[in-house]
């Protein structure tokens, strides 16, 4: 499998760690009074869907970047590749 | 129909006529008392052990593709009780002695072959740590020897002891562990429910759970709607998908896992062999083929394929431990999807969802456990109450912080 890493070019899989649903950026607020159950949902709940699937990639053996890569678990088929510092700077822009 | 060696010498002796289809193949009928999700391993021995243990008879086993056609043929077929943690090793304790008496119980031959499994050590911390496996193996009724070197040199002579990066010191031997014929598993749980009047029902997915007011009313299936009070979802590998359909999320994401075979060999390996600086296994079939393999891809995947990496990782794992595999051309490699859930542990457990009940979670552990997976879920179903062996596989452990984590590597599924 090759990652086209968005500053890299396309990159072999196995230089890659892989951290799993890329949810894990939205992490919950620990002040928030319903805190103990949100965690719960963020550290242990999964969508696992059978299709696109967004989810965090780490170039480890590369420019230790972590990259949101939009895959299909059904084919493997890569369909957007962004770099994370992107998503979550996109995200606060939006807030 | 009942096999003995009169009836194979009956047979032989008049061409092999009389053989019959082993199950029948019914269409569902428009109402069962328990309906079970999933004609693999682990339904179809909840229908038999539903049928034989707590004499419940009006059971369908609905399965979307043919019946045996997911991870109960697509294993690397082993069974062992060696693990250590108080909620895992009793319950995998209690499938190794179902093991021992299932081909007399199912009057089939599953092929149970209690060849031993070596776990070697490469280490001095790692020969303490599988002391400490070991005892709490005898601590619950299984059987463990812990082989110095010299010992496993008589059993094993072909590894590569001297390793100068991963010398070999010693195993964990279970002498009763081994191997079974996988498929044969599933024929032989199939034979046994549908002689009971369990209604195997083939090519029929399950597209949606009708409930009324919190509790299970039946289940939507492409052979139309059949109503039920309690339905039973043992389909790893694809949990998460088929219980969002009843507006669950889980604590299980879905990973590739590769298995290997090579060309057919004379017999050369005893028993099971696992590398202890790595992750690679190997048995030999009875067919001659070294069965083979390791770590999961690491990815989200229900592609039942994987990727060029982990093949690399898994032979270099067998050049480490055995050089003399690098001679062996391999066969056939394939893929299976496992439930990885977060802990590395199962869940056979009750739902939010009345007369729903879940049994998945099984990593890559799941064919050792499918007769006490399949007798722990009977009992869950047929009494609403978890099986003192299983008791620990609750669904709502994590909240609690309840975890059985064999590895200790946490809510990282692609570590477990």
């Not at chain 2, 009708?210 to 590998?237: C, L, M, N, W, Y």
């Amino acid at each position: 499998m090759l990652i086209p890493h968005p500053l890299l070019g396309p990159r072999d899989a196995r230089e890659f760690t892989v951290m799993g649903d890329a949810g894990m950026i939205d992490r919950p607020d620990p002040a928030a009074p319903d805190a103990a159950d949100r965690f719960y949902e963020y550290v242990y709940l999964r969508d696992n869907p059978a299709g696109v699937h967004r989810e965090l990639w780490f170039h480890e053996y590369g420019d230790r970047s972590w990259l949101v890569v939009t895959r299909n678990t059904l084919t493997h088929e890569i369909v957007a590749v962004e770099l994370a510092s992107d998503v979550s700077a996109k995200r606060e822009k939006s807030r | 129909m009942t096999f003995s060696a009169m009836r194979l010498l009956r047979e032989s002796v008049t061409g092999h006529r009389g053989w019959k289809p082993l199950w029948r193949r019914p269409g569902p009928k428009p109402r069962y008392d328990i309906v079970i999700v999933g004609g693999g391993g682990h339904g179809l021995a909840t229908a038999h052990y539903l049928s034989r243990v707590f004499g419940k008879t009006n059971i369908a086993v609905v399965e979307k593709g043919w019946l045996g056609s997911g991870n109960v043929g697509r294993n690397t077929t082993i069974i062992r009780s060696n693990y250590l943690l108080p909620g895992n090793q009793p319950f995998y304790e209690f499938s190794m002695r179902l093991w021992e008496g299932l081909e007399q119980e199912l009057n089939f031959n599953a092929m149970v072959s209690q060849r031993g499994i070596v776990n070697l050590f490469h280490t001095d911390a790692q020969r303490d740590a599988y002391r400490r496996r070991g005892n709490a193996m005898l601590l619950s009724g299984a059987d463990a020897v812990l082989l110095d070197k010299e010992k496993l040199r008589r059993m094993i002579p072909f590894l590569n002891y001297d390793n100068a990066r991963f010398p070999i010191k010693g195993g964990l031997w279970q002498p009763r562990a081994g191997t079974a014929r996988h498929d044969g598993v599933a024929w032989g749980y199939a034979r046994a429910a549908d002689r009971a009047g369990v209604d195997i029902i083939e090519n029929c997915e399950v597209t949606g759970f009708r409930r009324d007011a919190g509790k299970i009313t039946g289940v939507e299936t492409t052979r139309g709607f059949i109503e039920t009070s309690k339905v039973g979802v043992a389909v790893a590998g694809s949990s998460s998908r088929v219980m969002a359909m009843a507006g669950l999320r889980l604590p299980i994401e879905s990973h590739v896992l590769q298995a290997f075979v090579s060309e057919g060999l004379k017999p050369t390996i005893p028993g099971v062999i696992t590398f202890g600086a790595g992750h690679f296994y190997v048995s030999q079939s009875d067919k001659g083929g070294l069965v083979f393999g390791g770590d999961i891809d690491g990815y989200n995947s229900y592609a039942q394929r994987g990727n060029l990496p982990v093949v690399e990782d898994v032979a270099e794992g067998g050049m480490a431990v055995m050089p003399m595999i690098g001679r062996a051309r391999l066969l056939r490699m394939w893929g299976g999807i496992m439930d990885m859930s977060m802990d590395g542990s199962p869940i056979i457990d009750r739902t939010p969802v009345e007369g729903l009940y879940f049994n998945g979670g099984w990593c890559y552990g799941g064919f050792k456990a499918t007769p006490a997976s399949g007798y722990a879920f009977a009992h869950l179903i047929a009494t609403d109450t978890p099986h003192a062996a299983a008791s620990a596989y609750r669904l709502d452990r994590f909240a609690g912080g309840h975890v059985i984590d064999e590895k200790g590597v946490g809510a990282q599924p692609n570590l477990h």
